[in-house]
C-alpha cells in the first residue's frame, strides 16, 4: 500500500498538465490522496494486523500441500510427463517461503507502527516455524525429484507409497491450520494434534516399504516422507528430542 502511494505521489508531482502550465496545487494534492490512502490502510490494519500474515500462512501450506498432491498424482499413473510438471512446481516452492518472510516483516512493521507489540511475540513463533516450513519445501522438492526417476522406470507405485503420501499432505494442510489458528487465538492445538497423526501416520505406512526391499526411488521417497515429518512436527512447537523419539517409535526403531 505504501508503494502505491508514494509511486501514486510521484506521479501526480512529476507529470505537468496538458498544457505544458505548472500546476501549484499538484503536490497538496498528491499529499493529501496519500496521507488517506495511509490511513485507510493504517485501519484497516488497526481491526485485525494479523490477518495477512494468516492469509499467507494458509496460502504457503496449501501450496505445498497442493504439490504433494500432484506429485501423488502422477506416481499413482505412473506418469513421467505429470511427474516432471511436479517438479517443475517444486522449483518454486522458495516463493512460498518468500512470501511468508515478506508478510512476517510487513506484519511487525504494522504491529510497530500501530504500537500493537504485544503480537510481536507471535511473530518470534512464526519466524521460528518458517525455518522448519523451509527445510519441509526442500525435502519436499528432493520426494519430487525422485518420483520422476521412479515414473520413468515404469514401475508400479506401491499404494503404501500413495497412502504414506496422502497422509503426509494431511499433515501439511493440518500444520497450516494450526499456525493460521494460533495466530488467531483460536483452537490450534486440535489442528496440531491433527498435523502430529497425520505425520506420524505417513512415517508408519513409509516405514513398513523398507521391509519390502524397494527400488532405490522409493527408499529415496520414504527418506523424505520421513525428513519432512520432522520438520512438521519441529514446526507445531514439538522439541527435537520428542520429534525424534516419536519418529522412530513410528519406524520402528524405539528401544522401548
Known amino acids: 500500500m505504501r508503494t502505491v502511494v508514494v509511486s ?30 495511509l490511513g485507510a490502510s493504517q485501519l484497516m490494519a488497526a481491526r485485525d494486523p494479523l490477518a495477512p500474515l494468516v492469509a ?113 499432505t494431511s499433515a501439511v494442510r493440518s500444520a497450516g491450520e494450526a499456525m493460521a489458528h494460533d495466530l488467531t487465538g483460536a483452537d490450534a492445538d486440535r489442528h496440531a494434534q491433527r498435523a502430529d497423526a497425520a505425520a506420524l501416520e505417513a512415517v508408519r505406512i513409509a516405514a513398513g516399504l523398507l521391509r519390502t526391499d524397494p527400488p532405490l526411488p522409493v527408499t529415496m521417497i520414504v527418506g523424505q516422507i520421513r525428513a519432512t515429518a520432522i520438520d512438521l512436527l519441529r514446526g507445531v512447537g514439538h522439541d527435537d528430542v520428542t520429534v525424534l523419539d516419536r519418529v522412530d517409535e513410528a519406524l520402528g526403531l524405539s528401544q522401548a
Do not use: W
Open 56 to 168: 499467507q500462512a494458509r496460502r504457503s501450506y496449501t501450496d505445498l500441500a497442493d504439490l504433494l498432491d500432484q506429485v501423488n498424482a502422477a506416481l499413482r499413473g505412473c506418469d513421467e510427463d505429470a511427474a516432471r510438471a511436479a517438479l517443475d512446481r517444486a522449483r518454486q516452492v522458495d516463493d512460498c517461503v518468500a512470501e511468508m518472510q515478506a508478510a512476517v516483516l510487513a506484519t511487525g512493521e504494522t504491529l510497530r507502527l500501530g504500537l500493537r507489540r504485544r503480537h510481536l511475540g507471535k511473530l518470534v513463533e512464526v519466524e521460528a516455524t518458517l525455518r522448519q516450513l523451509d527445510y519441509a519445501a526442500r525435502n519436499i522438492r528432493v520426494l519430487a525429484r525422485a518420483g520422476v526417476t521412479l515414473t520413468r522406470r515404469h514401475t508400479a507405485t506401491p499404494p503404501e507409497l500413495a497412502a504414506a503420501i496422502g497422509a503426509l
Open 8 to 37: 501514486l505521489a510521484v506521479a501526480l508531482v512529476v507529470v505537468s498538465a496538458p498544457n505544458g502550465t505548472l500546476m501549484p496545487f499538484r503536490f497538496v494534492d498528491a499529499l493529501i490522496g496519500g496521507v488517506v490512502a
